[in-house]
């Protein structure tokens, strides 16, 4: 993993290349010859980068260059900030396992024109027809947009301008449910009022302009009192209500920041009026936090963490028995831990949890677990670190503890720690006796949790599970929970291109299901038949090709193309389909070759394609293949009307020299273009093959004839063919009063050559003799 000076200083490298790429893709096309280079070059550094930080995120924020979580000013990119709000763009983030082909096509949509983008009706109906893979692109706001001159027209007056974006810093994107409340609050701030139960506020006495002249000065129950003694019904009560609304949002979205929704309530406590924040919060309950916090901090966190607590046992009291009510608990404590991650102020917590214990009647043992998890929270990463580090097989709760801490530490920058905790976890392996089939079962989750973290790690669970895999100690579940969790690290190592890894592990499952076949056919034969992603196969083919001298690689990727399955060979062939160079597409045809029969039935079935240049390429592979059936398959190819596919059939047909193949190539010269007939004919005197004589002959029966050039082409072939039959079609062909006096004095003059040599040949003979 890199560290944040170095992600810092190969981040900016990385977008100063996409600047380069743009600008050369905006005067060509990414498909050019003059674009490949530098596409090639910026995806290098991009790949490089995700490898190891898993993404990049690469955008413009009040002029200032994002990348990933840091925020920095870079004058050089101001060009890309350009290009990027011309288009309406505001960041752009790309994914570990990103392709060169996925990679191209994110490049076409970030150069599109402004007319491109306009055709398609926007930015966001682009993206929908492209399906971008490995990358999202984000709009820019829309006060940033810019046009083809770098300007941004507002859309608004200058004074709205301002005004918004000052509110916008200060108030936060809430619900229309809170919107509600704030204006509700507000009235009763700045208007005064009498209260009612149904929460209707009524002018008194002062009327608009006059305020309340003593403010809120106590809070009883729900109910606040006014000037007067007069209550403001339920205020306060719905604040708390727009609380849970918002915190209810925030259950919606599992991936948002739990820090977040407690920091847009602490903008929202922080707009209203001080003397009522005090005033609200003057009867809290015994035992709250002497916290040295402001006091809209202090509600924020008060609020929130009741929030969490009131819904935590609203859940739990309202939970099923049995089996199910485990999975119930599981579900609302990760959501408690992850809320009251936010404040963090455990004594507070452990009152008002025991207060809603009793209001909601929880059982003993689902409170002591919550203050348990309460307990946890509130412990210094190092402790947790340590406390984790000391068990030897983890519960339910104990696991998702490791998997939060892990996460915590690598957002932190502490990939050893975390590399720590799951190197431990595998400690489970070493006694098979005692190992659980949860505990197998849970890998999958810790694999992703540190995928792309460290390759150490990698080989140490690839190590572990392929010794289990073969292991008679695990029963039948187990064994099939660590086929799972290969899969699920061969599709990581994939992804981070350590396919000598996935090689290993595929190797393993092979053996593993060599042992029996019919008993491993569901769970090592299945997985090893989707063992690679597809978009892992997109990236051999790319890789294949710049590394097409190594051996050891091309054995690796043989074997993993094989076990992908029909799946894999497509997917090549489609990489075949879209090379644009001549050397390239002659790599990949010939690593098609070494797959043998699984790219068969593939390349038999494109000789049918409506595209010319898939068909030109079957051929191809068909002949390296040595398709026994060649020739009773590639006949729709012959009669193509495209000459590119002849040649390329034609090609096909007469370098596999199949009995036969002659004949069948000059039975169909009558449909080829004149270009490959030639060519064809040039081959079939090349071969000297007696089978093509009835079709030459039968050629020259036709329109053929006509064509003095080709009808000489053709007697030249026939009269190079030794043999009785070819002189004696010769002798009629002299006589022929179709062909022209040319074609006649052609075909007399390859007789006599044809005795001169018969006469040689005899007096050789007789010198022997």
Same mark, same amino acid.
């Given at each position: 993993?890199?560290?944040?000076?170095?992600?810092?200083?190969?981040?900016?490298?990385?977008?100063?290349?996409?600047?380069?790429?743009?600008?050369?893709?905006?005067?060509?096309?990414?498909?050019?010859?003059?674009?490949?280079?530098?596409?090639?070059?910026?995806?290098?550094?991009?790949?490089?980068?995700?490898?190891?930080?898993?993404?990049?995120?690469?955008?413009?924020?009040?002029?200032?260059?994002?990348?990933?979580?840091?925020?920095?000013?870079?004058?050089?990119?101001?060009?890309?900030?350009?290009?990027?709000?011309?288009?309406?763009?505001?960041?752009?983030?790309?994914? #570990?396992?990103?392709?060169?082909?996925?990679?191209?096509?994110?490049?076409?949509?970030?150069?599109?024109?402004?007319?491109?983008?306009?055709?398609?009706?926007?930015?966001?109906?682009?993206?929908?027809?492209?399906?971008?893979?490995?990358?999202?692109?984000?709009?820019?706001?829309?006060?940033?947009?810019?046009?083809?001159?770098?300007?941004?027209?507002?859309?608004?007056?200058?004074?709205?301008?301002?005004?918004?974006?000052?509110?916008?810093?200060?108030?936060?994107?809430?619900?229309?449910?809170?919107?509600?409340?704030?204006?509700?609050?507000?009235?009763?701030?700045?208007?005064?009022?009498?209260?009612?139960?149904?929460?209707?506020?009524?002018?008194?006495?002062?009327?608009?302009?006059?305020?309340?002249?003593?403010?809120?000065?106590?809070? #009883?129950?729900?109910?606040?009192?006014?000037?007067?003694?007069?209550?403001?019904?339920?205020?306060?009560?719905?604040?708390?209500?727009?609380?849970?609304?918002?915190?209810?949002?925030?259950?919606?979205?599992?991936?948002?920041?739990?820090?977040?929704?407690?920091?847009?309530?602490?903008?929202?406590?922080?707009?209203?009026?001080?003397?009522?924040?005090?005033?609200?919060?003057?009867?809290?309950?015994?035992?709250?936090?002497?916290?040295?916090?402001?006091?809209?901090?202090?509600?924020?966190?008060?609020?929130?963490?009741?929030?969490?607590?009131?819904?935590?046992?609203?859940?739990?009291?309202?939970?099923?028995?049995?089996?199910?009510?485990?999975?119930?608990?599981?579900?609302?404590?990760?959501?408690?831990?992850?809320?009251?991650?936010?404040?963090?102020?455990?004594?507070?917590?452990?009152?008002?949890?025991?207060?809603?214990?009793?209001?909601?009647?929880?059982?003993?043992?689902?409170?002591?677990?919550?203050?348990?998890?309460?307990?946890?929270?509130?412990?210094?990463?190092?402790?947790?670190?340590?406390?984790?580090? #000391?068990?030897?097989?983890?519960?339910?709760?104990?696991?998702?503890?490791?998997?939060?801490?892990?996460?915590?530490?690598?957002?932190?920058?502490?990939?050893?720690?975390?590399?720590?905790?799951?190197?431990?976890?595998?400690?489970?392996?070493?006694?098979?006796?005692?190992?659980?089939?949860?505990?197998?079962?849970?890998?999958?989750?810790?694999?992703?949790?540190?995928?792309?973290?460290?390759?150490?790690?990698?080989?140490?669970?690839?190590?572990?599970?392929?010794?289990?895999?073969?292991?008679?100690?695990?029963?039948?579940?187990?064994?099939?929970?660590?086929?799972?969790?290969?899969?699920?690290?061969?599709?990581?190592?994939?992804l981070y291109e350590d396919f000598a890894a996935t090689h290993r592990i595929g190797a393993a499952l092979e053996l593993s299901a060599a042992r029996d076949l019919e008993v491993h056919a569901k769970c090592c034969t299945a997985t090893l038949a989707s063992l690679l992603p597809a978009s892992a196969v997109d990236r051999i083919g790319e890789l294949f090709i710049q590394r097409r001298t190594d051996p050891v690689w091309a054995r690796i990727v043989v074997a993993l193309l094989r076990w992908s399955g029909p799946r894999g060979v497509d997917r090549l062939f489609a990489k075949l389909e879209s090379e644009s160079s001549t050397a390239n597409r002659l790599v990949l045809v010939r690593l098609l070759a070494r797959l043998g029969d699984a790219s068969l039935v593939p390349a038999r079935q494109r000789l049918v394609h409506p595209e010319w240049y898939v068909v030109r390429n079957a051929c191809k592979v068909l002949g390296e293949l040595k398709d026994p059936e060649l020739l009773q398959q590639?006949?729709?190819?012959?009669?193509?009307?495209?000459?590119?596919?002849?040649?390329?059939?034609?090609?096909?047909?007469?370098?596999?020299?199949?009995?036969?193949?002659?004949?069948?190539?000059?039975?169909?010269?009558?449909?080829?273009?004149?270009?490959?007939?030639?060519? $064809?004919?040039?081959?079939?005197?090349?071969?000297?093959?007696?089978?093509?004589?009835?079709?030459?002959?039968?050629?020259?029966?036709?329109?053929?004839?006509?064509?003095?050039?080709? $009808?000489?082409?053709?007697?030249?072939?026939?009269?190079?063919?030794?043999?009785?039959? #070819?002189?004696?079609?010769?002798?009629?062909?002299?006589?022929?009063?179709?062909?022209?006096?040319?074609?006649?004095?052609?075909?007399?003059?390859?007789?006599?050559?044809?005795?001169?040599?018969?006469?040689?040949?005899?007096?050789?003979?007789?010198?022997?003799?």
């Amino acid at each position: 993993m890199l560290d944040t000076a170095q992600f810092k200083v190969r981040g900016l490298r990385y977008a100063r290349s996409l600047q380069s790429v743009i600008k050369m893709v905006n005067m060509f096309s990414v498909e050019h010859t003059n674009s490949l280079r530098p596409v090639q070059v910026s995806y290098d550094l991009l790949n490089d980068i995700v490898k190891q930080t898993r993404y990049l995120t690469v955008g413009f924020v009040n002029e200032r260059v994002l990348l990933n979580s840091i925020l920095t000013s870079e004058p050089n990119l101001k060009p890309l900030e350009n290009e990027f709000l011309k288009r309406g763009i505001g960041a752009v983030t790309f994914d #570990a396992g990103i392709t060169l082909a996925a990679y191209r096509d994110a490049v076409a949509v970030l150069a599109a024109s402004a007319q491109t983008i306009e055709e398609c009706g926007g930015l966001m109906p682009l993206l929908d027809q492209r399906q971008l893979a490995f990358v999202r692109i984000f709009p820019a706001n829309k006060n940033e947009v810019r046009n083809k001159h770098g300007d941004t027209i507002l859309e608004v007056g200058s004074e709205e301008f301002l005004i918004s974006k000052a509110l916008s810093e200060i108030k936060p994107d809430f619900s229309h449910g809170m919107d509600a409340v704030l204006n509700r609050v507000e009235r009763l701030n700045v208007m005064g009022g009498q209260g009612h139960g149904d929460g209707n506020v009524e002018k008194n006495g002062q009327g608009p302009s006059g305020g309340l002249s003593g403010g809120l000065v106590r809070v #009883a129950g729900n109910s606040v009192a006014g000037p007067g003694g007069d209550t403001i019904g339920g205020s306060f009560g719905a604040i708390q209500q727009a609380v849970d609304q918002k915190f209810e949002s925030f259950l919606r979205n599992p991936d948002d920041d739990p820090k977040k929704a407690y920091e847009q309530l602490a903008s929202l406590i922080r707009g209203l009026r001080p003397d009522y924040v005090l005033s609200a919060m003057s009867a809290a309950p015994a035992g709250s936090s002497s916290s040295t916090k402001a006091p809209s901090e202090q509600v924020t966190s008060e609020l929130f963490e009741d929030a969490a607590l009131r819904w935590a046992s609203q859940r739990l009291a309202a939970a099923p028995t049995g089996e199910e009510a485990v999975i119930v608990e599981e579900q609302v404590f990760r959501v408690l831990l992850r809320s009251l991650q936010a404040t963090q102020t455990a004594s507070r917590l452990a009152h008002r949890l025991t207060e809603l214990a009793v209001e909601y009647a929880l059982p003993r043992q689902t409170v002591d677990r919550m203050q348990q998890e309460i307990r946890w929270m509130t412990l210094a990463p190092p402790q947790k670190l340590r406390d984790l580090l #000391a068990i030897g097989h983890y519960s339910l709760a104990e696991f998702r503890r490791l998997i939060e801490l892990m996460k915590d530490l690598i957002s932190r920058g502490k990939m050893e720690d975390a590399v720590a905790l799951g190197t431990h976890y595998f400690a489970i392996f070493q006694n098979y006796d005692e190992i659980k089939i949860e505990e197998v079962g849970r890998v999958p989750d810790l694999l992703r949790t540190l995928a792309g973290v460290s390759n150490e790690f990698r080989l140490v669970a690839a190590e572990c599970l392929t010794t289990a895999l073969t292991s008679d100690r695990l029963n039948r579940i187990i064994h099939i929970q660590v086929v799972n969790a290969l899969a699920a690290l061969a599709t990581t190592t994939a992804l981070y291109e350590d396919f000598a890894a996935t090689h290993r592990i595929g190797a393993a499952l092979e053996l593993s299901a060599a042992r029996d076949l019919e008993v491993h056919a569901k769970c090592c034969t299945a997985t090893l038949a989707s063992l690679l992603p597809a978009s892992a196969v997109d990236r051999i083919g790319e890789l294949f090709i710049q590394r097409r001298t190594d051996p050891v690689w091309a054995r690796i990727v043989v074997a993993l193309l094989r076990w992908s399955g029909p799946r894999g060979v497509d997917r090549l062939f489609a990489k075949l389909e879209s090379e644009s160079s001549t050397a390239n597409r002659l790599v990949l045809v010939r690593l098609l070759a070494r797959l043998g029969d699984a790219s068969l039935v593939p390349a038999r079935q494109r000789l049918v394609h409506p595209e010319w240049y898939v068909v030109r390429n079957a051929c191809k592979v068909l002949g390296e293949l040595k398709d026994p059936e060649l020739l009773q398959q590639i006949e729709p190819a012959l009669h193509h009307k495209d000459p590119r596919v002849q040649k390329a059939a034609m090609k096909t047909v007469m370098e596999s020299r199949m009995p036969g193949s002659a004949a069948v190539i000059a039975w169909v010269l009558p449909g080829f273009a004149p270009a490959v007939l030639e060519e $064809a004919l040039d081959e079939l005197s090349y071969h000297k093959d007696q089978s093509c004589l009835p079709g030459l002959e039968s050629y020259l029966d036709g329109p053929g004839a006509s064509n003095t050039r080709m $009808a000489l082409k053709v007697i030249q072939a026939i009269a190079a063919i030794p043999g009785d039959a #070819a002189a004696e079609i010769l002798e009629n062909l002299a006589y022929d009063s179709r062909l022209n006096e040319n074609a006649r004095r052609a075909t007399l003059q390859a007789l006599h050559r044809r005795e001169l040599a018969d006469d040689s040949f005899s007096d050789g003979v007789q010198q022997i003799k």
